[in-house]
């Protein structure tokens, strides 16, 4: 009897706790709500840089880049971009401090985020860049700005020979490239080279890693005039050039092996050849034969 007792009092104390809590909990959404939340970001008792925004960003040679700066509770404080390498102040607020128009800074309010923009990025803009909000003391947070360069080049010896007839590829390789090219010009003797210009021609561009394009000029059956200067010339980067040395059948005789030109000439020639090394055997055999009986 005394066991159940305690247990219907005990029984009672928790629903009573539970009725203040539910009106604590209630009392919460409604009234001094907007209370508590002010206390927890109150935290923080003003501006503070949100650690989620990246702080490393990499850029290629003449692309934009942006350097991010996430500050929470900034309320009306200002937002400076300094370039380290000179201490060069770029930007307060919006304005751009620096006679060099590429910088600009502008803030996103949904994201709370004021960023640097570095227009058409050169390799010598890379380095560290400091947001520093104009609080007392001032509070600085860093971004570190890279700039790749992409390389370019045309695989194979500067200068190429071929001879007339045979199929050439040219292959441009570019690396180290964080945006495809949206196209590559093929130029000869800086004319355009169109795939349907001659029939013979055909171009191809195509991405074989996150960071490597290769273009491909094939030339089927070259003739004399196809010679000269081929240069690659991507839409987004510095151009490459190969010479291109087509060997017609008028170059001296050691020059046409394989020249449609010299085909009526092969089969004697081969003819002779045989001759020559049958000769040559039977010869040796002969000698052999004598030299045996010493
Ligand atoms: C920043 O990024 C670059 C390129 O992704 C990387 O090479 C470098 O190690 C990174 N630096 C730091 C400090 O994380
Ligand atoms: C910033 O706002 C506070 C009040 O919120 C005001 O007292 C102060 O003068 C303002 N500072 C500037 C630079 O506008
Ligand atoms: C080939 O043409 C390109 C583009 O016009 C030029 O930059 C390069 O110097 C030329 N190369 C030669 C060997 O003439």
Redesign the pocket.
């Known amino acids: 009897m005394c066991a159940c007792a305690w247990r219907r009092h005990a029984f009672t104390a928790a629903l009573v706790l539970a009725a203040h809590l539910i009106k604590v909990l209630s009392c919460g959404e409604t009234g001094s709500g907007g209370r508590l939340v002010k206390r927890y970001v109150g935290l923080y008792t003003g501006p503070y840089f949100d650690p989620s925004a990246p702080n490393n960003i990499t850029a290629q040679l003449g692309t934009h880049a942006y350097l991010p700066c996430k500050i929470r509770q900034l309320s009306n404080k200002s937002v400076s971009w300094i370039r380290r390498r000179d201490a060069h102040i770029l930007t307060v607020d919006r304005f751009t401090f620096i006679a060099d128009e590429r910088f600009q800074a502008f803030l996103v309010e949904a994201t709370d985020t004021w960023t640097l923009q570095v227009k058409y990025v050169q390799a010598r803009d890379a380095g560290v860049y400091e947001c520093q909000v104009g609080t007392e003391p001032k509070m600085s947070h860093f971004v570190q700005l890279n700039v790749v360069v992409p390389k370019i080049e045309i695989m194979g010896e500067a200068d190429l020979y071929v001879k007339a007839g045979s199929t050439v590829s040219l292959k441009c390789v570019i690396t180290q490239a964080l945006e495809e090219p949206a196209y590559i010009f093929w ?1 000869h003797n ?1 004319a355009r080279v169109l795939n349907y210009d001659r029939s013979l021609v055909e171009i191809r561009m195509e991405r074989i890693a996150p960071d490597t394009t290769v273009g491909n000029l094939i030339i089927y059956n070259p003739r004399r005039e196809d010679s000269g ?1 081929y ?1 690659c010339s991507p839409s987004n980067l510095d ?1 490459a ?1 190969v ?1 291109l040395h087509v060997l017609s059948g008028e170059q001296p005789a050691a020059m046409q092996h394989g020249n449609a030109a010299a085909r009526p000439v092969a089969p004697l020639v081969a003819l002779l050849v045989a001759l020559h090394a049958a000769l040559a055997l039977l010869q040796v055999l002969l000698c052999h034969d004598e030299d045996e009986p010493k």
């Open positions: 130029y800086d200067n240069s151009s050039s010479v």
